[in-house]
């Protein structure tokens, strides 16, 4: 019982530090969500997809208990709950020797480049990994050459 009151006290300092951060993210995830927006802010800006790009839907997907429909979106979303816990309980003593890791941000970077690529070569064109045509670059590019 001693560790769920250590974790729960852990998982509400960061939530007080963090707050408006979090909220903003809420916010903006949930307006777009509902609007249809498009979530990702690289795509808007230059069209292209970003290596998280997906994993947005692939978190809604999952609250579905969607799962299949989670992995084609994002196949690391199974992997945001763990990277999540490392993040908020960086200050419990294992979980602080994790965080400090090299290795294991190493390790998380490149599986995120090599699944960024490998989407690219078996996704791309599909959604999430289409190209937004109404992008803030090309909207430059265009007035620029009027």
């Known amino acids: 019982m001693k560790i769920v009151k250590e974790y729960g006290v852990l998982l509400i300092q960061f ?3 963090n707050w408006i951060l979090l909220l903003i993210f809420a916010v903006y995830v949930s ?3 509902f609007c249809r927006w498009q979530t990702c802010i690289l795509k808007l ?3 292209y997809p970003c290596p998280g790009c997906g994993m947005t839907r692939a978190v809604f997907s999952l609250f579905r208990l969607d799962f299949a429909q ?3 979106y994002h196949p690391l979303v199974f992997l945001l709950p763990v990277v999540l816990w490392v993040i908020v309980f960086s200050k419990r003593p294992l979980i602080s020797k994790i965080h400090r890791s090299t290795l ?4 998380l970077l490149v599986l995120v480049l090599v699944v960024y690529i490998l989407r690219w ?3 791309y ?3 999430p990994m ?3 045509e109404h992008n803030l670059l090309h909207f430059i590019l265009s007035f620029l050459k009027r």
């Open 130 to 132: 289409d190209y937004n």
């Open 121 to 123: 070569f078996y996704v």
């Open 125 to 127: 064109p599909e959604i």
């Open 15 to 17: 939530v007080r530090k």
């Open 45 to 47: 800006l230059i069209g």
């Open 31 to 33: 307006v777009a969500y």
């Open 104 to 107: 294991f941000w190493s390790i």
């Open 70 to 72: 989670a992995f084609y």
